[in-house]
């Protein structure tokens, strides 16, 4: 079905632009390219995917100073972020056995989806309490319904595909889940409609 909808939309708009004027023909060519892109972006997202499952018995875990890695990527959003938005990120130091390339995957579908729905606020926090790291992304955005909470986390799922501007594939948590479990951990939402959502992913520090 994610396939075969853009497929079917390209296909419709070729053959209607064959026999229109040469403005509708531009104007199907833009619909062409953007449901061109979008497959791309998802089978872009779908390779990472069966590549990081496939590699997950031998998954190449290097200690990691989680904070800086964080950090960073923290320092690097806030050189593009939209000027209605602020970033603040708390971190304690940190460091754990993890995929280096993951984690920053993970950590980028977070802070990509906050900067998306936040209103003003964005808080990136981490700590290591008892062995385990806790990572979160807060923002004050719209926030989920409770009964989407559970299924964000689903391949292909989202609340309304409009809302992410026609960008999003549904991919990015799920992503955010395989990479937390893959680490012997865990991704869960809590979010009250309005007010916005706090994600958060714990792993063993081991
Ligand atoms: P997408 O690529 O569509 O963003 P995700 O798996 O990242 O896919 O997210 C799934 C759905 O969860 C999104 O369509 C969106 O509706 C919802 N969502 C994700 N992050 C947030 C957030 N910070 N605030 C509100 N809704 C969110």
């Known amino acids: 079905h994610e396939l075969r909808t853009p497929t079917a939309v390209i296909l419709a708009e070729c053959q209607y632009a064959l026999g229109a004027e040469q403005a509708?023909?531009?104007?199907?060519l833009e619909v062409i390219q953007r449901q061109g892109k979008r497959m791309s972006r998802m089978t872009e997202e779908?390779?990472?995917?069966s590549r990081?499952?496939?590699?997950?018995?031998?998954?190449?875990?290097?200690g990691t100073d989680l904070t800086e890695l964080v950090e960073v990527i923290c320092e690097d959003q806030q050189e593009l972020l939209p000027e209605h938005l602020t970033l603040r990120w708390e971190l304690e130091p940190v460091t754990a056995e993890v995929h280096q390339d993951m984690m920053i995957r993970l950590v980028i579908n977070l802070l990509n989806?906050?900067?998306?729905?936040?209103?003003?606020?964005i808080l990136v926090t981490l700590t290591c309490q008892h062995g385990t790291v806790t990572l979160t992304v807060s923002d004050d955005g719209v926030g989920i319904e409770p009964?989407?909470?559970k299924r964000i986390f689903q391949r292909f799922?989202?609340?309304?595909?409009?809302?992410?501007?026609g960008e999003g594939t549904g991919l990015g948590l799920y992503m955010v889940r395989q990479i937390a479990r893959l680490h012997g951990g865990t991704a869960e939402v809590?979010?009250?409609?309005?007010?916005?959502s706090t994600f958060t992913v714990r792993i063993p520090a081991e």
Do not use: C, F, I, W
């Open 24 to 28: 509708e023909q531009t104007a199907a």
């Open 147 to 149: 009964e989407h909470q």
């Open 46 to 49: 779908m390779l990472t995917l």
């Open 113 to 121: 989806n906050a900067v998306r729905y936040a209103k003003s606020e």
């Open 190 to 196: 809590e979010s009250v409609p309005g007010q916005g």
């Open 52 to 62: 990081m499952e496939r590699g997950q018995t031998q998954l190449a875990r290097e």
């Open 157 to 165: 799922y989202q609340v309304d595909a409009a809302r992410s501007g």
